[in-house]
């Protein structure tokens, strides 16, 4: 079974409304990370939050991170046409130094 | 720097042929992984390796082989290919397990 799971799996908006897209998780984490993939591309890595912070900001992006209720939240801000991409989650599981475990994605479309 | 670069970009195979995906880094990264994404499956990942010379099996290993003699080189084999190998595949790096992985572009692979 998925370690993280997105949610919702799409979501449409227009060009300058907020967009708030969600992860839970099972097992506890070292951190997690948010990615971004536009289409027929290499994923990009967005933002890392590690277990003991619960709230970071980059630029338009704020993740915040709940690990009594095993969630985040990636919130981009003022969106754009060109944030259109899908979005995952992926966790870092404690006690597995070495790998990542992702979700299946959320597809964000922002139409202009 | 090029980052992580993969050979071939696309590839059609016949079932029961052999190929071998490259993956190369220029960023003196120890730990580099091979993933495969299918439509809506998120990114699962098929084997790992934390150094040069080590391997490992990561979720959906079987079906496929690798092998890293070289730090900045991590190949990935098909012996016999099959559809259900059908996928694009991701190679990603990073300096340790626990921080943001790097992509490549990846290699789209139809198997008939």
């Known amino acids: 079974s998925q370690q993280g799971e997105e949610d919702p799996q799409a979501l449409s908006i227009q060009e300058g409304e907020n967009a708030t897209m969600n992860c839970s998780y099972k097992?506890?984490?070292?951190?997690l990370q948010w990615y971004r993939q536009n289409s027929g591309r290499g994923l990009v890595h967005l933002i890392l939050?590690?277990?003991?912070?619960r709230e970071k900001h980059s630029g338009r992006l704020r993740v915040t991170l709940d690990t009594s209720k095993k969630s985040s939240s990636l919130l981009i801000t003022a969106s754009r046409a060109a944030d259109t991409a899908s979005y995952f989650c992926?966790?870092?599981?404690?006690?597995?130094?070495?790998?990542?475990?992702f979700g299946k994605g959320t597809l964000l479309t922002v139409n202009p | 720097n090029a980052g992580v670069t993969q050979t071939p970009k696309f590839r059609v195979l016949k079932t029961g042929q052999s190929m071998t995906l490259l993956c190369a880094q220029d960023?003196?990264?120890?730990?580099m992984y091979w993933y495969r994404q299918d439509p809506g499956m998120g990114l699962r990942l098929i084997h790992y390796?934390?150094?040069?010379?080590?391997?490992a099996k990561g979720e959906v290993p079987d079906g496929y082989n690798v092998s890293r003699l070289k730090k900045q080189n991590f190949l990935l084999g098909l012996e016999s290919a099959a559809p259900s190998q059908t996928s694009v595949y991701f190679c990603?790096?990073?300096?340790?397990?626990?921080?943001?992985?790097?992509f490549g572009p990846g290699t789209r692979l139809t198997v008939t």
């Open positions: 990603a790096s990073t300096p340790s397990g626990l921080y943001e992985q790097y």
């Open positions: 097992t506890s984490i070292n951190n």
């Open positions: 939050i590690r277990s003991n912070e």
């Open positions: 992926a966790t870092a599981l404690r006690g597995s130094n070495y790998k990542l475990t």
């Open positions: 960023m003196n990264h120890e730990y």
């Open positions: 390796s934390v150094g040069e010379g080590t391997t």
